[in-house]
């Protein structure tokens, strides 16, 4: 079977504010076992800040979800978030400590089994969107971050789609929807990604990233952009 990558079908918006981003994307396929089909693990994560602090919170991260899933051979999207959790928190609140860290991500962990036609995911705060034949389904997420919180800490909860020949599942962080910008200098919102989305769902995965760019360029013409900006669309 052909991989992701060699047959196109995805593309990687991904516009940092500074020249350091907060937001960071990682694609992972791993087998964990002899008994089981490879995965494709893809995170889009949103880090608390921006530019240097953000960029160190993407770097430990990335960590935390590599030796989470190669190391400590977790498999479930929500166990990885989980132990993601646990180790960001560690890192960031070291024993003696004086002061709280709740720096963190929202983010969406998916996990593609193509043999199956399969996903699993879970997430922090950030949604998934899915658009079948031109009609877009929201997956909605647990509303906490992968980071110290307020309230109890939770496990993360896990969902499961079964996948369709032609389906788009689309992950981001919220920079394109927050952008200022348009002939009221307003937001974007997410509404309005939607439509755009289903809009160009039946285009090239090539060109919808294009679309997308020039898109957000005209709505924020010479606005500062406000945030780090990431969208990411896997065509099945």
Known sequence: M???????NFFILYKPKDIVSGDFYHALAHKHSENTNELF???TADCTGHGVPGALMSMMGISHLNESIIEKKLVHPNEILDNMRKGIIASLNPEGSDEESKDGMDCVLCAFDFKEMKLEFAGAYNPLWLVRDKILIEYKTDKMPVGKFDDAIKPFSLQSID??????????????????GGPKGKKFKYKQLQDLLISISDEPMEKQEKILDQKFAEWRENLEQVDDVTVIGVKI
């Open 2 to 8: 052909e991989t992701l990558a060699e047959t196109k």
């Open 41 to 43: 693990y893809l995170c």
């Open 163 to 180: 996948l369709k020949r032609g389906d788009i599942i689309y992950t981001f962080s919220d920079g394109y929807a927050d952008q200022f």
